[in-house]
């Protein structure tokens, strides 16, 4: 009987846990470069018990890294990465990374996320236009040319399989190994006058809620039920 109250309760705890990362990901599924939350489980034998038992774990996070659609706005201040690299940004914290191309330059020239968050270049310094160059002129390499002259450049970076990541500002990443810079632009590039969204699909993580509210309810009756044999047990023994 013990055995099955610590089991329900390791299920509501990772129950718990996925209905938090669904909700998460919902409220971001409008945020521009948004990567959004999963979260895997494992089971976890005991063998403290006559036999063993099996809970399952508390739950692992992790961020999808699948791309989000490419949506045409026109403005000459949106970049759009094709491809499955990310954009450098310096924050208060480091450098960190998104797929936010939503850009804006200050009037000193400097060109900033719409958080005011620096864009880095492939050397991680940060880029400077000219401010009365005009519009930039940004090409698949992250070349950015104003008036016909070239001023800098955007960095693209790729991000290590293997590494582990944390969340930061404007949608942004912090990987646990170093990024490197992207050479080959087949592959990786910049689209001027576009943003990406969230990788979010809404209806899906929408389905899985009601599906994970389900199996939270499920999972809180069978603790009244255990509950309530435990108390049954209990009066009987202490009857006789």
């Keep these: 009987m013990q055995s099955a109250f610590y089991v329900s309760l390791s299920a509501q705890v990772s129950v718990d846990k996925r209905l938090e990362t669904l909700a ?11 990567r959004a939350d999963g979260v895997s489980f494992q089971q976890v034998v005991s063998d403290t018990d006559t036999s063993k038992v099996a809970y399952v774990s508390a739950g692992k996070d992790f961020v999808s890294r699948a791309v989000g659609e490419l949506t045409k706005t026109g403005d000459p201040y949106d970049i759009g990465i094709v491809g499955n690299s990310y954009f450098a940004i310096r924050t208060p914290g480091g450098t960190a990374y998104t797929r936010d191309g939503r850009m804006r330059m200050t009037e000193t020239g400097d060109l900033q996320t719409v958080s005011g968050f620096p864009i880095l270049d492939a050397g991680n310094s940060a880029v400077v236009l000219d401010p009365n ?3 930039p002129m940004i090409s698949r390499d992250g ?5 016909g002259r070239q001023v800098g450049a955007v960095g693209l970076f ?8 944390t969340r930061g500002p404007n949608a942004s990443l912090i990987p646990s190994k170093p990024a490197t810079a992207v050479l080959d632009f087949v592959r990786n590039g910049v689209q001027q006058g576009f943003i990406e969204g969230s990788n979010v699909n809404p209806i899906h993580e929408m389905a899985k809620l009601i599906a994970t509210s389900r ?6 009756s069978m603790n009244d039920m255990l509950d309530s044999s435990q108390r049954e047990a209990i009066r009987t023994l202490g009857g006789s």
């Design 158 to 165: 790729t991000l290590d399989e293997t590494a582990e990541l």
């Design 143 to 147: 070349m950015i040319t104003q008036s």
């Design 215 to 220: 199996a939270f309810d499920s999972v809180s």
């Design 24 to 34: 998460n990901n919902i409220a971001n599924a409008a945020t521009p470069g948004y």
């Design 133 to 135: 160059g005009g519009p």
